[in-house]
């Protein structure tokens, strides 16, 4: 008798678990050359990245007369390089195979390189001034100067021409040749030069220069550059560094005596006039190419003594620097004491203008209660003006 019926329902349950089909992805990364360049190197530098870390990776290198595998280095285990050294002149292709740290791999594209170590004729320019970062005077002249070396073989006729940047943030405009033009203009000549010692020979320099008249409004900043270009269509052009130019107002004064001496003197002596006063030997002046200097400043220091003598304190015996008294007149009795401090020189609020000279006189007074032997210290000449 069938007392009952045990029922068992089974139920099926699928877990699936899904391989792992994830392969790197293999991107060539400075200094690699680009697929296809041209070197003169014997070496080539090989560098890559991968989206996954890699247990290994290999490089296929070789060329038409057959391949090779090479074990790559690592800094990481994303990163990857090879040096590829003592290479032939050949074309070379290469790959490089990657396996992830599951185990699969993937191909990087194959890529190609030429090692042609025949060199060829190249030019080598370098703008020797202005230096970066320079001011230049606004409505005056200043002068560019660059060279250029002949590198590996004869470079034919080569030629110059200075630049500016006009729209981009590089030079990309040669500087004008019309008077009065913004923001630079060249006085004289032409703005494209020869090479005096043209035909350049292998390893010959040749060096050309522009006067540039600056019309850039003041504290305006320009890019200066020079291109070189040769008649032979094989060598490319090559252009100079950058040199960063600020239009400004710039003051040059020149002192033409290096030194005031009053000779042998015994303490107590006053009044005491500078050799050459009388001669109008004193004079400093403002450069040609100079901005006017509406102010002239002079200021000086103590006398000390030469050999170093102390006085019963321990300090070196000096004449105070107001007993030494300068003028802009050849009288005395007007001259004014020198002082620690900045004094303005041309009192008579009369500038000095462009090429103009000014003429100082010096009396000494020496004080009693010093010691023989020589005195000497430095007077300071400053020049500056005002603008809006």
Partial sequence: MIKGILLYLGLLIAVIIPFSYAIPTVTFVLPTENNGTTTNDKYTYINITSDEPLNQALIEWGNASGFTNITMDNSSTTNWYINMTGLSDHTYNYTVWAQNTTGNSNQSQRQFITINTTKYPRIFPTIIIPEDTTSVPQNRTFVVNASVVCMYANCSNVSARVRYNKTTSLPDEDINTTTGAKPFYLPSGTNAQNCSNNPLEKDEICYINWTVNTT?????????????????????????????????????????????????????????????????????????????????????????????????????????????????YNTVAT????????????????????????????????PYGIAKGGYSSLIYLMANCSYS
């Fill in 335 to 366: 001259a004014r004491n020198m002082s620690e401090s900045w004094q303005k020189l041309n009192y008579d609020n009369i500038p000095l203008s462009t090429g103009e000279n000014k003429t100082l006189f010096w009396w000494l007074n020496i």
């Fill in 216 to 328: 850039a409004d003041l504290h305006k900043t320009y890019e200066i550059d020079v291109i070189f270009e040769s008649t032979n269509a094989s060598i490319p052009d090559n252009n100079t560094a950058d040199s960063t130019v600020e239009s400004a107002i710039i003051i040059t004064i020149t002192t033409h005596f290096d030194e005031v001496d009053f000779g042998l003197n015994d303490p107590g002596d006053s009044g005491i006039a500078a050799p050459q006063n009388n001669n109008y030997y004193y004079n400093i002046s403002v450069d040609s190419n100079s901005g006017e200097a509406e102010y002239l400043w002079i200021k000086g220091e103590n006398l000390t003594n030469d050999d170093g003598i102390l006085n019963d304190d321990g300090v070196v015996y000096y004449i105070p620097v107001y007993e030494l008294k300068w003028n802009i």
